[in-house]
């Protein structure tokens, strides 16, 4: 089983400050997708990366993916309360798991007005 | 828009009951999967399915079973519930890298 750790579990933070969010394996992947969910929901997609250095942005949100494939990184800028919710990468490897998709823990984000 | 509906948001059952979850999908995709999510563990595959009738084990199947008769209905099944399974199971459909959730059944056993 392919495995993703997520730093840091818990951040809480005040509106305006800048945050960063790490998700980390040993194990190389196809791709990686960052979701984010709010309570008492389902999680909904934010972005995907499938280029090893792929940098993608989403307003004010800046994803990163390593040059092996093998972690990521969600920076956001300003933080809002808005962007208040649960965050999870998830990793795919098409050539060793198909269409398997492994989760990481989660990191909770609360940004405090 | 993708549409994942799970048939239950909130379910109260009792230990050794037979627990049938159920989940459909409105756009024809071939893979489906049933997560459960714990606080701390995120979420953990339980089974997946990438076809009609096709089932593959997932992390942690062992108290579940699925059924996939029709493309679109992804059912999980607890054969006698306990109250280890008490948790928030996700249904997601999946394609060209991206999975679409259903908005989850809160089951408690008691």
């Known amino acids: 089983t392919q495995l993703l750790e997520q730093s840091p579990q818990f951040l809480s933070i005040q509106e305006g400050e800048n945050l960063t969010v790490y998700c980390n394996s040993s194990s190389v992947f196809s791709s990686l997708q960052w979701y984010r969910q709010e309570p008492g929901e389902g999680p909904v997609l934010l972005v995907t990366?499938?280029?090893?250095?792929e940098v993608k942005k989403l307003k004010r949100l800046t994803f990163q993916f390593g040059d092996a494939r093998k972690d990521s990184s969600l920076h956001i800028t300003a933080a809002q309360p808005g962007d208040t919710g649960l965050y999870l990468c998830a990793g795919a490897n098409w050539e060793t798991s198909g269409s398997r998709l492994t989760f990481g823990e989660g990191t909770q984000l609360t940004v405090n007005p | 828009d993708v549409k994942v509906t799970q048939s239950s948001r909130y379910l109260v059952k009792r230990t050794g009951e037979k627990v049938f979850l159920e989940c459909v999908q409105d756009?024809?995709?071939?893979?489906m999967f049933w997560y459960r999510q714990d606080p701390g563990l995120g979420l953990r595959l339980i089974y997946f399915?990438?076809?009609?009738?096709?089932?593959e084990k997932g992390d942690i199947p062992e108290g579940y079973s699925v059924s996939r008769e029709k493309k679109e209905r992804f059912s999980l099944i607890l054969e006698s519930a306990s109250t280890n399974q008490t948790s928030m199971y996700l249904c997601?459909?999946?394609?060209?890298?991206?999975?679409?959730f259903g908005q989850g059944t809160r089951l408690t056993v008691v």
């Open positions: 399915s990438y076809d009609v009738k096709m089932k």
């Open positions: 997601a459909s999946w394609v060209n890298t991206e999975a679409f």
């Open positions: 756009m024809d995709h071939e893979n």
């Open positions: 990366v499938v280029t090893g250095g």
